[in-house]
C-alpha cells in the first residue's frame, strides 16, 4: 500500500511563500521510479494541475500560471517531494496534492493518470 502525506499549507499574505512537502511511504513503493505531480483545487472548481517532475531524466513542466514562481523538486533518497512556491497570489488559494504514478498513458497534466494522491493540504493566500 502506498501512502502520500501532504504538509506545509497554511495562511500567507500575497506576496509570500510557502513549501509544501508530500511524504511517500509504501512497503513495495520504489519512490525513484514514479512521476511526482502537485494539482490543486479551488472551491467549486475542476482539480487542476500545477507542476511535474518525471522520474528518468528530472525534466521539470509547470502550469503557466506558476511558472517562474513555483518550483517541484525531490529527493530519491528520502522519499519526498516538495512544491516551493513564491510570490503568492490570492488566486493561488486552494487545497494542494500531490500525486504519483509510474506510467504516463496519454498527458501528465491529466489527474486520471495518477495512481496515488496525498490528502491534500490548505493553501489560503490573503490580499
Known amino acids: 500500500q502506498v501512502q502520500l502525506v501532504d504538509s506545509g499549507g497554511g495562511l500567507v499574505q500575497a506576496g509570500g511563500s510557502l513549501r509544501l512537502s508530500c511524504a511517500a511511504s509504501g512497503r513495495t513503493f520504489s519512490f525513484s521510479t514514479y512521476h511526482m505531480a502537485w494539482f490543486r483545487q479551488a472551491p467549486g472548481k475542476e482539480r487542476e494541475w500545477v507542476a511535474s517532475?518525471?522520474?528518468?531524466?528530472?525534466?521539470?513542466y509547470y502550469e503557466d500560471s506558476v511558472r517562474g514562481r513555483f518550483t517541484i523538486s525531490r529527493a530519491n533518497a528520502e522519499n519526498t517531494a516538495w512544491l516551493q512556491m513564491t510570490s503568492l497570489k490570492p488566486e493561488d488559494t486552494a487545497v494542494y496534492y500531490c500525486a504519483a504514478t509510474r506510467y504516463y498513458r496519454t498527458s501528465y497534466i491529466s489527474p486520471q493518470e495518477y495512481d496515488f494522491w496525498g490528502q491534500g493540504t490548505q493553501v489560503t493566500v490573503s490580499s
Open positions: 517532475m518525471f522520474w528518468s531524466n528530472d525534466l521539470k
